[in-house]
DNA sequence: TAAATATATGAACAATTATTCAGATAAGAG
DNA sequence: CTCTTATCTGAATAATTGTTCATATATTTA
């Protein structure tokens, strides 16, 4: 006996409606990069002002290098951008949009 | 010599206007359970139709297990909510906030 | 050029986590 | 009561990931 469906034409109805799983990985993969505490703190920080590496470690109380680690992830994800001035770069926020993802996220957190 | 930092003033005012450790790893936590794969297609299978363990194990392509395991983690974190019908329980997301932030983060996906 | 500084990087380690598997509950059907 | 079904659970495993440490690169300064 094959395993019966429950609600066969529900089931079959929302599979067909599903996004891609490429898409869904996708989104997946963006909430990941806010997922983690020590990116979390960065975005936040860099949302009050454009900083360098050596400043988000005092602000976070991180190491430096684990600074740079994370600030790459978020460069990567398309989440933060740099300019270099001399030896020192410093980063920013991407766009708006960042800032709209984690407010939303904020205001999910408060409400717990 | 200590570590001076580069630009003392800025960045202490920054940290001064940091939001609490406590607040941001909360933050993180919320976006930690939607970046997974699985959990982001239950909730958007959810946005579509309430839906119980084997529906969903069906429309994923995942084991009723694995889905009990990630509908329980989703549930702690007030994501989604359920109620028990008989043998069959019947899950689906607890407020508009989680179709927002999956729609914002959607959003972004697409901009990649 | 040599020393100092800011940042970046690779490897190793520790910790977290998603899935699988076996088995336990709980509820309806025969 | 017994059998089947839907869901849940705990332990084990495998994979991912964040930090540290040592070192490399790049730029400024003495």
Do not use: P, W
């Amino acid at each position: 006996m094959g395993k019966d469906l429950i609600h066969e034409n529900l089931a079959k109805q929302v599979k067909n409606k599903m996004l891609s799983d490429d898409l869904l990985f996708d989104i997946a993969e963006v909430f990941k990069i806010f997922g983690d505490s020590t990116r979390i703190k960065i975005i936040y920080a860099l949302k009050l002002s454009e900083l360098c590496v050596s400043d988000l470690a005092f602000i976070t109380n991180t190491s430096d290098s684990a600074i740079s680690h994370q600030l790459r992830i978020l460069k990567q994800a398309k989440l933060v951008k740099s300019r270099k001035e001399g030896k020192v770069v410093y980063y920013s926020l991407k766009d708006e949009h960042v800032i709209k993802l984690f407010e939303i996220g904020r205001e999910h957190a408060y409400e717990l």
